[in-house]
């Protein structure tokens, strides 16, 4: 695939500036927590229907005071709300900004890759014909394209399961 060049620059002040204003963002949530995988994966997930039934439930503990056991708060369940909502907010504003700045660095990744590959390919030509100093840069790089012993290839399954053999009676 040949890459359209993207020709930016990123002065330091500006990295600075965007680095300062994550910091900024993260003081003002200090409530945000990361979580481990295993988190993740015992956490429920919800769906819309799930997420409807929070809803509900929230309209049915405010109409419905004397339902409400001892133990659940009302006000904060309220709050806890508001509070998603807030975050699906800034998470709508800020997914697209995540996903570009990925985007964009895995695209100047490769791009550099290119510049690398171009300048290792003029090495190992500029080596066939004896330059002075090309080899040892030839070396140096060809380092990077030594493959690693390959893994024991996976035998293939059979199209179709063999049968038992039929015993003779």
């Known amino acids: 695939m040949k890459l359209r060049k993207i ?10 500036q965007v680095i300062d204003s994550v910091r900024t963002m993260k003081e003002s949530l200090p409530f945000l927590i990361s979580l481990t995988q295993t988190e993740r994966i015992r956490l429920a997930k919800l769906s819309r229907r799930r997420q409807d039934f929070i ?3 929230l309209i049915q503990a405010e109409q419905n005071p004397g339902l409400v056991p001892p133990h659940c708060n009302v006000e904060e369940f309220r ?3 508001e509070t998603i909502t807030g975050l699906l907010r800034l998470d709508a504003a800020l997914a697209p900004f995540i996903s570009q700045l ?3 660095t895995m695209y100047v990744r490769a791009q550099a890759y ?4 171009a300048f290792y390919n003029a090495v190992k030509a500029s080596a066939k014909h004896s330059v002075p100093g090309a080899q040892d840069v030839v070396d ?3 380092y990077h394209f030594k493959s690693s ?7 293939e399954l059979p199209e179709e399961p063999e049968q038992p053999n039929e015993i003779a009676a």
């Not at 020709?7 to 600075?16: G, I, K, M």
């Not at 290119?114 to 590959?117: G, K, M, V």
């Open 7 to 16: 020709n930016a620059v990123l002065p330091q002040d500006t990295e600075q």
């Open 55 to 57: 809803d509900k439930a």
């Open 79 to 81: 709050t806890t709300m």
């Open 102 to 104: 990925r985007d964009t």
């Open 114 to 117: 290119e510049y690398a590959r």
């Open 140 to 142: 140096d790089l060809s």
């Open 149 to 155: 012993p390959q893994a024991t290839p996976t035998p």
